[in-house]
Every structure is written in C-alpha cells, then in structure tokens.
C-alpha cells in the first residue's frame, strides 16, 4: 500500500536523505513526485520534481475564494495549487520555467493579493509580516467600532419611532439616514471594494453577497426617503406589520455591524490558532557569530551561516543551526524541541541542535546543518504543509463553494419574483430577497476544516507531536494496530551494565576495573557501557599494555601483570559457579561478558538495553484505547520476549529484517488491519512508508523521520497515545463544523426565502455561524492535556 508523503501533492520535502543498496538487507527509501516508494535488490534513483513555491494570498473571505485562487493557477502548465483560507496561504508545486512573478500575476488577475513566503524570513521580514496582520486587525477593530457605536443609537430611534408614532420629529428619518450611511459607505467599504473587484474579474464571494444586501437594503430606503409620500414614514423594525414601506436602514447597517464582528473576533481567533506556528518560528535566530580562520568573530545574518563554518553561542542565545560542540561546555536548555525539562549538559564532540540555549558556559559549534535543513527548520515546514492540506471532504466543500454564491444569487432573484407573483408587492418581496443574500455567506463552510487543522498542529507541536498532513490525522483515528521497534523506541538505545557476578575472592569493583581497563581500547557498544558504569561507580581503572582485539570474541590485555580477557562467555570455557547466573540472563535477552584473569574466569557481566520508562505507561494506554500493540524487531527472540513482558505487550514478532518487516505490515493490512508502525532507525523506514501510518520517534534517523508521517519530538513515548487522542479529537471537531455550516445553510435559506427571518437577523446569524465553527476548533487546544512529565515549550 503507498502513501504519499510531505507535501499534499507528494513532491520532496525539504531534506529528504535516500538510502539506496542492494540485498536481502538493504531498503532504499526516497521520496519523489509519486510519493514513497520502497525498492529491494538495487539502487533507487529520485525521479525530479518541480518546484514549491509558497504564497501568501490576500483578499479571500470563503471558500469560494479559495476555488478561484485554486483554478486561476491550475490553469498555468504544470501548475498545481492547494489553497488554505485560515492560513491565507498558497502552496504551489510549479515547473522551473514558471516563475514567482507569473504565479503573483495569475493571483492578482483573479482579484487578490499576493507575495512570495519567504522560507526563512529575516527579522526585519518577520517583523513587517506581524506588523501587517496587527494593521489589518486594527482596520477591522476601528471600523467595528463605529459601526456599533453609529448602530445602537440608529436601531433605538428606529424602534421607538415605529412602536411610538408620537415621539416622531420632523426629520426623524434624515436623522435615521445621517447615522445609517457612514457604517453602510465608510464601515463596509472592504466589502463593496471586494465585491467590485470580483464583479471586474467576473467572480463572486461572500462580500458580493454581503455588499449586495447592504446596498440593496440602503438603496431601498434612500429611494423610499426621496419618492413616496409618507408611506416610509415607519421604521424597518415595523416591517412585518406595515409592510407597504419601511426602511432597511437599520437593517443594512447591522448586516455591516455583524458582520464586521464575526469577521474581526475571526481573525483573531485564527491568529491566536496560529500562535505555536509563531512561537516555533521565534525559536530561530536572526544572526550568528561566525569565527574566520584568525579566530575572530564576525556577526552576520543567519542565512549566511553554511555547513562546516564555526559559530559561537553565548549564554542565553538560541543555537542558530545543527551542529557538534567544538570548544566549551554548557547546560543546554532543550525544552523548546524535546519538552525535557532538565538542561543537557554538553561539551565537546557532543551534538546540538538549532533552536536550543545554553543557560551556561560558551560554546563553539561547527554547523552541520543549516537553515530549513535544520531539525527545526524541517518541523515548521511540516507544520506549513500539515496546514495547508486538505481532506477529501474540505476539497469538495471548495468546489461547492465555488457555485454557492451564484446558486445564491439565483435563489434570491426567484425568492422576489416568487413573492411579486404571490402579490406581496415590492417592499413584501425585496425582505425575503435581501434576507437570502445576507444569510447564505459560505463562510462557515471555508473555515470548517482549515481552522481545525490549524489548531490540531498547534496543541501537537505542543505536546511534541509533529504532524505532516491532514490524511495523518484521518488515518490515526482509524488505526487498529500499532507495531513497536524495539531497540531505541521502546528501549534507550544503547547498552547498560545491569547486574554482574564474581568469583570467590574476586570484588565487584576489581572485577570491573579490569574489565573497564581491557575494554578502554575498544569502540565496541559493550565496551563502551562497561567502562561507563566503571566511572558512574567512581573506580579506579589501571593502565592496559599488550592489548589485543579478538574479532567477534572480544579483547584481551596485560593488567597489572595478569593476562585479562573480556569476551563472549565460550571464551572462558567453564564458567563454575555463574553458569547458573549466566542460563538465567542469556533467557532474559540479556548480553553476557566473561571476565578472564590469567585462565580463570573472575566474574561474568550482564548488560541489557534499559526499556525507556515511559514504554509501559504508553503500552497501557494503548491498550485503553482499543488498540492491539505488536513488538516487531529485528532483536534476538529473548530479548524481545523480555521486553514486551516488561511493557505489556503480548505479541511478538522477533528476529526480522527490514524487508521482513514491510511483509508482516503488508500481511496484516491484507488481512483487513489498519497499521501504524513506530520506529526510529534506517532499518525502520521501509516499513513507516508501507504501513497506513508511519509514526517515527524524534531521537531516530533522518530516513525514519522523513519516512513518517507523523514524528514524536519528546523522547516520552506517553505521546504516543496522546497523538490518537488528539487525531480523533480534530476528527470529531472537523465533523461538528461541516455539519453545523451544511446544516445552518440548509435550514437557514429556505426559513429566508419563506420570508420567515428578519433581514438583521439574518446577518447576524450569518456572523455568528463563522464564529462558531472557529470557536469550536479552538476547544482543539484543551481537548488533549499534556503527557505527563510535559513542559511548557514555547513561553517565548
């Protein structure tokens, strides 16, 4: 089964590695235009792919916008687009020759604005692009404002001048008309700006709609003021009751007040769903110092950092790229990209990683990675593309919406003539007509999905949840098995000293400081854990002469006089009194080493790979959840017996290589299972690519975090359930919003054509539809709590 991957079209994503080989062993994985594909017994070869350009797109209010956006540019030769209203963002996958201007161009012909995204915006940029949301919310706040504060006074004298025909004054209605027109020209003048645009370009939206029943309703009754004789004498409020000649102009300027509302409580709302888009992206730096080949420092901005240059970090300073630490040592604040409360000490040789700080101590760094290259650089573009995606439902909900508004149109032109012929008369005919337009915006439906999304990567990003794309989501909550790597994603990764026995007259710490001392001409992982638990033990390890490897048996060496050997257990021959001891490890999965000292064996030693102790809480949630856990490893049966029982899982599959791995995910998927696999290694990627969904752990390879579709930053596998929870939480969100804003428009038209709903009230439903569908996505950032242990990552 193939799943494409990164972007919603499947075209590369940013730093994407290819593995390639031939064998049994060997599984290339790459990414091209047709997605991720697995190849055994060759080289694989990426097939090239156009480019992605990133627009931001001004002037769409619905989701009819989004459709017009979508085709203009679907029109240009081997143009595809995928445009996000709550994002106002345009991702593009466009061929070399078409360039950046030609896109604008087609956008701005289409009647909207637009400008290339930068990848990675300078602070200057980054400072422009808030300073214009924060205009464009101001605009809309002040022109609110005088709406409501022209409005409430209008609605009163209205109101009391139709119920209490004594308390009218000469005039009253000039009165009426000089509070009215500010708020119907000045206020709404975005919407009759919009609908004129789209009017040249032969377009609608939802501003047509809105500026049409302003325009009609304010026409009405200007032309009321200055032709009859008397007859508008009453208030819009006494339509009902006197339907010969009211005025609307109380009707038209609360469609422009509620409106404005809706929209402005709106864009707020979708900035405060984009606030952990905002604050990952304030975890890059602006500048770094960069050493020369003297030693001197030389700040410039971080887009000139390049792979291999030496950079330094100060206390307090964000890392500017992925690197090894060449000079200094430092606690290391992780939290914003791990969620690990506690500093990471490092210092030489060690890695780290862009967007972290040093709480102390002066580091030098040598950039190994730069830019949208960088671990975080690639998290907020999987964020990007996760927002910019689409599901099935929302892509039709755009091509319907790209007809509602004629189809609107339509139904309100055949709603006044239906009234003229039934003999209601012009006033009783032009309410209802009036009524359609101004309820039946589509703005609901543009937002339903979008929003949810936004919101859902958001609250991920905060638990340590990287998603890649809505159809992560919808497979999430329609997975039924979850397959468990052993080594790294249950366990740490790395060996340990766990227990160890001694021969009579030999002590504990003798026994390791022999060992640790053989074991210090080693590279070997067993080598390195024995002489790691020697140190945390604080002993003393004497120097080794004469020292000698024994591949694939172990080592040997002259310690203080005695011929020491450090090996596999048939080496030793006769282990005496820990054979019994060593039957019950090597039962357990544990790795055992013989110590020899001069012939005879002085002690046995233990390691194992520490399950992580998060695996089992994890496992049991997973269960809670209906889910069936399997451990699939390539790990020895033993081992990953011994493991599972530790964790709660029943299944195990041990023993397996990475092309087994992609047979067992296809057998259960043909057997009707939905699969999630969990790993972190090359060994893994093959099997994240094939299975429904690929979840890799964030500590793991490149290959196995490009391969995945959705990536665990937090190395606390507590995540794990939380990413369900949070996919089935987005899914119901989506679910509520499409029924309510298909099911609002279904009920609300033919209430208003029936002439059943009062013009003001339909444009106060209209604002408060919108209002609902983006509130209900925000409860998205309560909706999962945090995984225990969790830190607050971006109070940036």
Request: glycine share 10%; aromatic share 4%; net charge negative.
């Amino acid at each position: 089964m193939q799943r494409s991957h990164g972007t919603p079209f499947g075209f590369p994503a940013v730093g994407v590695p290819q593995v390639t080989g031939a064998g049994r062993e060997t599984v290339g994985v790459v990414r091209n235009h047709r997605g991720v594909t697995d190849e055994r017994g060759g080289a694989t070869t990426a097939v090239p792919a156009a480019r992605v350009v990133q627009l931001h797109v001004e002037g769409m209010t619905c989701a009819a916008c989004v459709g017009r956006v979508e085709r203009k540019l679907g029109k240009l030769d081997g143009v595809r687009a995928v445009v996000n209203l709550a994002t106002e963002r345009a991702l593009v996958e466009a061929p070399e020759s078409t360039t950046v201007a030609t896109l604008v161009e087609t956008v701005e012909k289409a009647g909207y604005g637009a400008s290339e995204v930068v990848p990675e915006p300078a602070a200057d940029d980054a400072a422009d692009t808030a300073a214009r949301d924060d205009a464009a919310l101001r605009s809309l706040r002040r022109r609110m404002a005088v709406a409501l504060v022209l409005f409430v006074p209008l609605a009163d004298l209205s109101l009391a001048m139709s119920l209490v025909p004594s308390l009218r004054f000469p005039y009253w209605q000039a009165v009426v008309a000089a509070l009215a027109l500010p708020v119907v020209v000045w206020a709404a003048w975005p919407f009759h700006v919009a609908a004129a645009r789209n009017l040249r370009h032969g377009t609608t939206s939802m501003d047509t709609l809105v500026s049409l029943g302003v325009i009609a309703a304010s026409g009405w009754s200007l032309g009321a003021l200055a032709f009859t004789d008397g007859a508008p004498a009453v208030g819009g409020w006494q339509a009902v009751l006197h339907p010969a000649g009211p005025l609307y102009l109380e009707v038209a300027a609360g469609v422009t007040t509620f409106v404005l509302a809706g929209r402005y409580f709106e864009a707020r709302a979708r900035r405060t769903a984009g606030a952990v888009m905002r604050s990952l992206a304030a975890l890059r730096t602006d500048d770094v110092a960069v050493l020369d080949a003297s030693g001197a420092e030389t700040r410039v901005p971080v887009g000139r950092l390049r792979v291999g240059d030496r950079f330094v970090v100060r206390p307090g300073e964000r890392i500017a790229a992925d690197g090894a630490v060449v000079d200094g040592a430092a606690a290391v604040d992780t939290s914003a990209m791990t969620g690990e409360p506690a500093p990471v000490e490092v210092g030489a040789g060690d890695a780290v990683t862009a967007g972290t700080i040093p709480t102390g101590g002066r580091l030098v760094v040598r950039a190994e990675t730069v830019g949208a290259q960088t671990r975080l650089g690639r998290m907020l573009a999987a964020v990007e593309r996760a927002q910019t995606e689409k599901s099935s439902v929302q892509r039709l909900v755009d091509r319907v919406s790209s007809v509602f508004v004629p189809i609107v149109l339509g139904v309100a032109l055949l709603t006044f003539v239906g009234w003229m012929i039934g003999g209601a008369g012009w006033a009783g005919s032009f309410a209802p007509a009036v009524a359609v337009l101004i309820i039946a915006c589509p703005c609901a439906l543009g937002l339903a999905t979008p929003t949810a999304l936004m919101v859902a990567t958001g609250r991920g990003a905060e638990l340590g949840i990287f998603v890649k794309g809505y159809r992560a989501l919808e497979t999430t909550r329609a997975v039924d098995t979850v397959l468990l790597d052993k080594t790294g994603t249950l366990t740490e990764g790395r060996m340990t000293v766990v227990d160890l026995t001694c021969a009579d007259g030999v002590e504990a710490d003798e026994l390791l400081a022999m060992a640790a001392a053989v074991e210090s001409g080693s590279e070997h992982a067993i080598a390195a854990a024995i002489r790691e638990h020697a140190a945390n033990a604080l002993v003393a390890v004497p120097e080794v002469t004469g020292f000698r490897a024994l591949p694939g048996l172990g080592a040997r060496g002259v310690v203080d006089g005695r011929e020491v050997t450090v090996g596999r257990p048939s080496l030793a021959g006769d282990l005496g009194a820990s054979a019994e001891r060593v039957g019950v490890w090597d039962a357990t999965g544990h790795s055992t080493v013989a110590v020899v000292v001069d012939g005879t064996v002085a002690g046995v030693i233990a390691l194992a790979d520490p399950v992580k102790p998060s695996a089992a809480p994890a496992v049991a949630e997973l269960l809670a959840t209906g889910l069936r856990p399997v451990l699939l490893t390539g790990d020895g049966e033993a081992a990953a017996r011994s493991v599972a029982a530790a964790v709660g899982i029943e299944q195990v599959r041990a023993g397996v290589l990475p092309d087994e791995k992609v047979d067992f995910v296809r057998g259960l998927q043909s057997g009707g299972a939905t699969v999630a696999m969990v790993g972190d290694g090359v060994n893994d990627a093959a099997a994240l690519a094939t299975a429904d969904l690929g979840i890799a752990v964030g500590s793991g390879t490149d290959v196995a975090l490009e391969a995945a579709d959705v990536v665990l930053v937090r190395d606390d596998l507590r995540v794990l359930p939380n990413t369900v929870e949070l996919a089935r939480a987005t899914l119901r969100t989506v679910r509520g919003n499409l029924w309510w804003a298909f099911g609002y428009n279904a009920v609300a038209v033919p209430v208003a054509a029936a002439g059943l709903l009062n013009p003001l009230l339909a444009g106060a439903a209209m604002a408060v539809s919108s209002l609902l569908v983006v509130t209900n996505s925000l409860r998205l950032r309560r909706a999962v709590p945090d995984a225990p242990g969790a830190s607050e990552q971006f109070d940036a």
